[in-house]
């Protein structure tokens, strides 16, 4: 959370039978219900919540992670995206370059690049034995 919006943190209350999600933010005077948030500010909560579960998938398949975030908020994601890879499989597709080069910077990540020839969609940066290897989860 700090490393997207240092100095905020996250408040589940109770009321009654239901939850409520408010953020605390440096410098404003009450905390921000979910109501009152960012289309991306709570897609970014829903990352965290989804990539640092306590019980991660074998396999994570995010298809462009990066919409509706604010573009500032990529380097950060892509850390976040990282820290999940060490306990499970994670592809990533995006067209976000910031995101792109944010996982570029962490360890053990591998980019394949897609380009479309004459119709063809191909890898552009790698032999095919360069290929990493996707490893399925056992059902």
Avoid: C
């Avoid at 289309?39 to 509706?68: C, F, H, K, M, Q």
């Avoid at 191909?122 to 290929?131: F, K, T, V």
């Amino acid at each position: 959370m700090d490393d997207a919006f240092p100095g905020a943190g996250i408040e589940i209350r109770v009321n009654g039978d239901r939850f409520e999600t408010l953020m605390h933010q440096h410098g404003l005077l009450r905390p921000l219900t979910a109501a009152e948030l960012s289309d991306g500010t709570l897609r970014y909560l829903l990352w965290i919540a989804a990539l640092l579960t306590p019980r991660p998938p074998a396999l994570l398949v995010l298809n462009e992670p990066e919409t509706s975030l604010h573009p500032d908020l990529l380097p950060a994601l892509g850390r976040l995206i990282a820290q999940a890879a060490r306990q499970s499989q994670v592809i990533v597709v995006s067209h976000a370059a910031r995101l792109i080069s944010a996982l570029d910077d962490s360890d053990g990540m591998q980019p394949v690049v897609l380009e479309k020839r004459f119709g063809e969609t191909r890898i552009a940066n790698l032999d095919m034995s360069e290929i990493p290897r996707w490893e399925w989860p056992a059902r």
